[in-house]
């Protein structure tokens, strides 16, 4: 397909592109959809094979900021930036300065249409370099910015945890509650934290041995070998390594009642959340319970306080439970269900 049909189909918006010969800077900056606010997204920095797998790479991810934000009920559009790697690019090196400088002057002639952030391939020194430029940077290292968004990705995790939890079983608790977590990276070890805390009990897997046994030793989890998390039967399945892991391979293994954690893209396709609703396993959609860090950064936009961030967060139990009740009436899986949601507040 090529890259208008392309857009045309995800309903862009706006796409820009910078190509700069001193400092070898080539980006593209997409802007999904501006109709809630400025667009939020981050910046990847990563090799691309050619331009056009950049092209699709930023508008697929900056369609995906669009539905996190207006799902979480943020006054923000959806966007995101990718910049082609050159094959040097050293860590504080002047020529580093040099080219996020230039970046940062592209990102300004944006005139605030788009916040950028940090992501796979960028650092917080970057975005640093980027605010010494524009004021269109959020996640900086400033004194006044978000700081790490993971244990704010779990609080919302969490929240949307307990919103399955009532919804499926009609119960305020988690006491006892089995929970199988897949990776205990930055968000998985939060979130096994908070659920220890409340009562749950946890069966955990990564691929770093270390991290399960100090989930062990932490929250007394049992752990297992990465391959065996699917057929593990517990209540609650929350994937927090990967996307796609609910796949053809998968889905008839689980013995969960409940999918819900903080991968992004834990469908392989759309139809596998239509394969859980079949199985009678509640989906929690994954850009909506795993948006805590977007809703933690997008507060900076205002003047960061971390309360209100936090209150914020714990709402995505009320998201949840709004897109679980719509999918009983409408009787249909809940991805469409928050995908509807979202269609039904941009394209109004
Ligand atoms: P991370 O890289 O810190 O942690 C991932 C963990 O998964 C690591 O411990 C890794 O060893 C483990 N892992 C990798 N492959 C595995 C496998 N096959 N089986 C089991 N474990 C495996 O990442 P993170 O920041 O904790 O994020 C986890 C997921 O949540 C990612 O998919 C990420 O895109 C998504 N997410 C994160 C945030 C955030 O705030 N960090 C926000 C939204 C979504």
Redesign the pocket.
């Known amino acids: 397909m090529d890259v208008m049909t392309y857009a045309e189909q995800l309903r862009f918006g706006e796409i820009h592109l910078v190509s700069d010969e001193k400092t070898g800077l080539k980006g593209i900056v997409a802007l999904h959809n501006l109709k809630l606010g400025p667009a939020i997204g981050g910046c990847r920095c990563i090799p691309y094979p050619s331009t056009d797998a950049a092209m699709y790479d930023v508008m697929r991810l900056a369609r995906g900021m669009t539905y996190k934000a207006a799902i979480s009920k943020l006054p923000h559009g959806g966007g995101k930036s990718v910049i082609m790697r050159p094959p040097v690019l050293e860590h504080g090196s002047e020529a580093r300065q040099r080219f996020f400088e230039r970046f940062a002057d592209f990102i300004d002639s944006l005139g605030g249409h788009y916040l950028v952030a940090e992501d796979s391939g960028t650092t917080i020194a970057d975005m640093d370099t980027i605010r010494s430029r524009t004021p269109h940077v959020l996640g900086s290292g400033a004194s006044d910015a978000s700081g790490d968004?993971?244990p704010?990705?779990a609080l919302g995790v969490r929240r949307g945890i307990q919103a399955a939890v009532k919804f499926r079983y009609g119960r305020d608790d988690m006491d006892g509650l089995h929970v199988a977590i897949?990776?205990?990276?930055?968000?998985?070890h939060h979130l096994a934290r908070e659920l220890h805390d409340l009562g749950a009990r946890l069966t955990v897997?990564?691929?770093?041995p270390e991290?399960i046994a100090r989930a062990k030793a932490e929250f007394g989890a049992v752990g297992v070998a990465?391959e065996a998390?699917y057929a593990v039967d517990a209540d609650i399945f929350a994937p927090?390594?990967?996307?796609a892991v609910i796949n053809d391979d998968t889905i008839d293994q689980l013995k969960v009642d409940i999918v819900a954690g903080?991968?992004?893209n834990q469908l392989a396709e759309d139809r596998h959340g239509l394969g859980l609703k079949e199985r009678g396993i509640l989906y929690a959609p994954d850009y909506a319970i795993?948006a805590?860090?977007l809703i933690n950064v997008a507060c900076e936009f205002e003047g960061y306080d971390a309360n209100k961030s936090l209150q914020l967060t714990a709402q995505i139990y009320d998201t949840m439970l709004a897109i679980f009740d719509r999918a009983q009436t409408d009787a249909a899986p809940t991805n469409v269900i928050a995908d509807r949601i979202v269609e039904e507040i941009i394209y109004a």
């Not at 897949?182 to 998985?188: E, F, Y």
């Open positions: 968004p993971s704010f990705t897949q990776g205990l990276g930055n968000v998985g897997t990564d691929v770093r991290a990465p998390i927090c390594a990967l996307g903080a991968s992004n795993n805590g860090g």
